[in-house]
């Protein structure tokens, strides 16, 4: 059942029409956020960038009491189960972050070489440089961070169709606070299908992937540069450099690559090959239309 079925009401609406008693093969992504031109998508971005900024900037630090606040930031990254978004056995349910895994991810962030280079700069480049960070993930962690955003927005619904608010409920969630840069609990009235509450999510927010991740990043740029850095032109100006087909099976290691080439050409050609990729993403995004959400979703 969707939500449009569940309350009645008429489509198309604003947001993602999820099925409320089980999740829905979708996830939300930093990157079409970013693309989004109203004020809740600039919202919501300016969140995002805010936070791991932070995070970014706590884990460079020296000081022990830095470090211990940073990873605290990431331990409030616990599994939503308000959106229904994402992948699981069944039922409802994400892949929380925990205390364990935050810890991972901040180690991983202190030995990264594109963190400490400052190539990766953002959630959504994550998953260019880092193993096991998916798509679910990478939703789970947007959904926590931007949690205030989409409670003011499904508010916003639940004003636009009244029908949403039956059967609603308050419940206390930590949310982030960007003013303080620390978490806060907030009480949040929420549509309610057991057993959670529901939260809904701007319909261009989502995608059926991550938009970026390691593999494009390491075909278009990562083996593009060692290819022009081994090749050279002929006498004709024609470029000669070593096949693509040799250098994948030189590099194995895709992320290592990665890592490698972005970390290289940032410090020394003071050239970014993840804004570059970041803006090819961004050139050739379209937000799924409602025919591909219901078929995604179904």
């Known amino acids: ?8 009401l008429t489509t198309p609406v604003p947001f993602v029409n999820i099925h409320v008693e089980r999740d829905n093969a979708l996830y939300l992504d930093p990157s079409a956020i970013r693309n989004g031109t109203d004020s809740w998508s600039r919202r919501a971005h300016t969140q995002l960038v805010d936070f791991f900024t932070e995070v970014l900037l706590l ?8 470090h211990a606040k940073g990873l605290a930031l990431l331990q409030y990254l616990h599994e939503p189960n308000q959106t229904r978004l994402g992948v699981s056995a069944r039922g409802i349910g994400g892949k929380a972050i925990g205390s364990g895994l935050a810890g991972e991810l901040w180690d991983e962030l202190g030995a990264n070489p594109a963190a400490q280079s400052d190539a990766l700069t953002r959630l959504e ?26 409670v003011d927005f499904t508010n916003e619904m639940m004003r636009r169709y009244p029908g949403l608010a039956a059967g609603a409920t308050i419940e206390s969630v930590p949310m982030y606070d960007p003013t303080t840069k620390q978490w806060r609990p907030v009480m949040a009235h ?15 927010w989502v995608f059926w992937r991550l938009l970026m991740w390691s593999e494009p990043f390491y075909n278009r740029y990562a083996t593009t540069t060692v290819r022009f850095e081994r090749g050279s032109y002929d006498n004709k100006g024609r ?48 937000p799924l239309s409602d025919a591909e959400i219901e078929s995604r979703t179904d």
């Not at 059942?1 to 009645?8: A, C, P, S």
């Not at 884990?59 to 830095?66: E, F, V």
């Not at 000669?240 to 099976?249: F, H, I, M, V, W």
């Open 190 to 204: 929420l549509p309610y299908v057991a057993p959670h509450q529901i939260l809904l999510i701007p319909k261009e």
């Open 239 to 286: 470029f000669q450099g070593p096949l693509k087909k040799s250098l994948k099976s030189e590099f194995t290691d895709h992320r290592k690559l990665n890592n490698d080439q972005a970390v290289k050409y940032k410090t020394e050609q003071d050239r970014d090959l993840v804004i570059e990729y970041q803006n090819f993403v961004d050139t050739e995004f379209e």
């Open 1 to 8: 059942m969707r939500v449009t079925d569940k309350y009645g």
């Open 59 to 66: 884990r460079k630090s020296s000081l022990p009491a830095d």
């Open 125 to 150: 480049h994550l998953p260019v440089f880092l193993e096991r960070v998916g798509p679910d993930l990478i939703s789970d962690l947007t959904t926590r961070i931007i949690f205030g955003v989409l």
